[in-house]
């Protein structure tokens, strides 16, 4: 893609997706993705911002332009200028981190034009002495996690090495028609065949589900609202012990809390979860920022009789199977459906993140905080294994239009109770001893 500038090329699948979800709210913001990361020690804020225009350069999503009718989009890259690093100092507030964060949401909540505007934002808080935050955002068609990952790691090396003296002679990641070229051989291969086939197989006889309040699900028309739960390094430790306890880690501990968590609202034992995966299987894919996010149905069978060691198995073997046919869209297993407005693949997403935020710039180092992931359509936990120091964190998204904010403190605490009863769980012990209520609640 970028040997042929202003080339028209199709969209991905999931930047499809995006397209088409957006169109249906052209300015609402709800597709805006945002973190920042908290740097302390000496940084040069000269240096970073003639560093992070290099890498802003290198990164070829950053530079696309969307065309064409609304049904057949297109994309292309034009590298004109339009955006710049906005240094601002929140020292003097009262809050530097609420002013910077203050900051950071009127950014989010801006309205987005796809066709014309600018889809991303850099910006850099000097909130102190040796104390800064670096705030990145961008609209989800530019790019997803993976891809944010990719661009943190590739400013650290951009920043460390001009300090050293110059910028490193390779590196840089791929252009996005790799992504492009991949997607159209697959669309067209054997395997992809033989996944329409496994999913059409594992949601045989599913018509779908309804939110977890009962009423349809759709996309909120706001951004979402998010309970946040921050768990140090030692609890953390019991998390991954009890992992170990039942032969697996933190990401089927989580999932399948998840999945208690979802039998007890639902009362169903036939439940499926939304896992969100990258979408993309080869080494060099996963190093080029893109829009690739796709989101696997995770059917599971839970009963109350059931230990929890044989939901744990369940659980990995079901992932397992999955992520082998992960590239299938789940917009095409929906159409493979026939899916009525309303209904869902999923009862909730469950995201467990790991991507390795353990970062420095010239030696500084840098810890990362998710403002937004996207979109929420009713219920969306997300985990962040934090390899960096050890803890955990988890945040509590519910879809605005749908619940109240005590509700989804509610919610977020009945999920908390079932991680603290897996945390002392026996591999034998039955899911019924799970218990979603606090004893003044009973």
């Known amino acids: 893609m970028s040997g042929f500038p202003g080339e028209r090329l199709e969209l991905l699948g999931a930047q499809l997706g995006v397209w088409h979800g957006q169109l249906l709210r052209p300015a609402d913001p709800v597709y805006t993705e945002g973190e920042y990361l908290e740097i302390h020690g000496d940084l040069d804020l000269d240096l970073f ?4 225009r290099r890498t802003v350069d290198e990164i070829e999503p950053y ?10 989009p297109q994309q292309y890259v034009d590298r004109r200028a339009g955006w710049q690093l906005q240094v601002i100092d929140v020292s003097t507030a009262a809050d530097p981190r609420a002013a910077a964060e203050s900051w950071m949401w009127a950014d989010m909540r801006r309205p987005v034009d796809l066709r014309d505007g600018l889809l991303f934002t850099h910006a850099l808080f000097r909130a102190g002495p040796g104390w800064f935050f670096w705030y990145q955002s961008g609209h989800h068609i530019l790019g997803d996690g993976m891809g944010v990952a990719v661009v943190v790691h590739r400013q650290a090396e951009n920043y460390t090495s001009l300090l050293a003296g110059g910028f490193p002679e390779n590196g840089a990641p791929g252009p996005l028609s790799v992504l492009l070229d991949s997607e159209r051989s697959y669309r067209t291969s054997a395997q992809f065949g033989e996944d329409r086939e496994f999913w059409r197989n594992a949601l045989s006889a599913f018509a779908g589900l309804r939110g977890m309040s009962g009423a349809p699900v759709g996309m909120a028309q706001h951004l979402r609202m998010r309970n946040t739960e921050n768990i140090n390094p030692t609890e953390a430790a019991e998390f991954r012990l009890a992992a170990r306890r039942l032969s697996t880690n933190i990401s089927g501990l989580m999932i399948a809390a998840a999945a208690i968590y979802l039998n007890r609202f639902s009362r169903a034992e036939d439940i499926v979860l939304g896992l969100p995966v990258i979408g993309r299987t080869g080494s060099l894919e996963r190093k080029i920022p893109g829009m690739t996010t796709n989101i696997l149905p995770v059917r599971l069978t839970v009963r109350q009789e059931m230990s929890a060691a044989e939901l744990s198995r369940q659980v990995s073997k079901a992932v397992r199977a999955g992520l082998r046919h992960q590239r299938y869209r789940f917009e095409d297993m929906a159409r493979d459906l026939r899916l009525t407005a309303g209904a869902s693949l999923f009862g909730l997403l469950i995201n467990v993140i790991s991507f390795d935020y353990r970062v420095e710039f010239g030696g500084c180092p840098a810890f990362a905080y998710n403002l937004s992931t996207g979109p929420v359509d009713d219920v969306k936990i997300s985990v962040w294994d934090r390899s960096c120091d050890g803890s955990i964190q988890i945040a ?3 879809n605005p239009d749908v619940y109240t904010a ?5 919610m977020s605490r009945c999920f908390r109770r079932i991680l603290d009863w897996m945390a002392v769980a026996g591999p034998e012990d039955h899911i019924r001893r799970a218990d979603i209520l606090a004893p003044a609640e009973r």
Do not use: N, P, W
């Open 49 to 52: 911002g003639i560093a992070l």
């Open 63 to 72: 530079h696309l332009r969307f065309c064409g009718a609304d049904k057949s």
């Open 396 to 398: 509590f998204d519910v």
């Open 406 to 410: 005590v509700s989804g403190s509610e």
